[in-house]
């Protein structure tokens, strides 16, 4: 287990680009969905704004989610630290504990006017491929990373499942936003315990009640538990509309233009 500590930033990387490669392969050779974009007109603002958050949490924050655990591993402080459970239990529940609570913050960032600002970048992409999964405002990175740090705090979470955790959240988003047709019994069976992409494709729609719906990233439970889940797009996944009615122009998929986006009005 150690071993994902040391080289925690190589295995990160390393399986960021197996899967992405992977993903952007499947998508090329069994599409989900007709573009309406060229690759061109969103990969180099989608990977873009990966960099420029990725370079800002870098410079802004000098510690990550992993040295938080470290730290309050070393210090016995949260609660998994205080109770004690056999080491497995630990592990596991740590892992579960972020899932859900990452899917709790992801509610909040669509119920607080504020933080949609923020969070609507992700959704206003108007295709729905690997690189959209990757799609998120700087400013949320950093608020993700120390909603995530406080979390790792307070719940005492063991270092070894913030690296898996981290590790699953960052492949399962890249998996769940690919544009790649999984064979329809394969993803009935598959959603009874993770989020697939014809899931979590529903909560990209432009119909407000598919959006407020499937907003699980790892494990299809919580949406099941919390009363969020929708099986199914109304238009069906080839008929429906992806993005958001406000920010439908293509000059809205420029690097530039989704950085400033959170600051945009919303056409009423
Ligand atoms: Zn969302």
Redesign the pocket.
């Given at each position: 287990m150690d071993i994902l500590l040391t080289h925690e930033s190589t295995i990160r990387l390393s399986v960021f680009a197996g899967l992405f490669l992977v993903m952007a392969v499947l998508e090329a050779m069994k599409p989900r969905r007709k573009r309406s974009f060229t690759r061109r007109q969103r990969w180099f603002s989608n990977l873009g704004i990966l960099f420029v958050g990725a370079l800002f949490a870098r410079f802004l924050l000098p510690w990550l989610p992993v040295s938080v655990a470290l730290y309050a591993q070393s210090q016995g402080i949260g609660l998994l630290n205080l109770i004690d459970i056999p080491d497995i239990m630990g592990l596991v529940g740590g892992v579960l504990l972020l899932d859900f609570l990452i899917y709790v913050q992801?509610v909040v960032?669509?119920k607080v006017p504020l933080l949609w600002r923020l969070?609507r970048l992700?959704?206003a992409d108007l295709d729905y491929d690997v690189t959209t999964g990757v799609r998120f405002h700087p400013v949320e990175i950093i608020l993700s990373l120390l909603y995530k740090m406080g979390l790792v705090l307070a719940l005492g979470v063991d270092p070894v499942s913030v690296v898996i955790f981290e590790v699953i959240l960052n492949g399962m988003a890249m998996f769940n936003h690919a544009n790649f047709k999984l064979p329809l019994g394969l993803d009935r069976w598959l959603r009874w315990g993770v989020v697939t992409p014809d899931m979590h494709r529903v909560?990209?729609s432009s119909t407000q009640a598919e959006?407020d719906s499937n907003?699980g990233f790892n494990i299809s439970l919580w949406d099941r538990l919390c009363r969020t889940y929708v099986d199914q797009p109304a238009k069906g996944h080839d008929n429906m509309e992806i993005g958001l009615d406000d920010f439908r122009n293509p000059s809205n998929l420029r690097l530039d233009q989704m950085l400033l986006q959170p600051f945009k009005k919303a056409k009423p």
């Open positions: 992801h960032m669509h969070h992700h959704h909560h990209h959006t907003y």
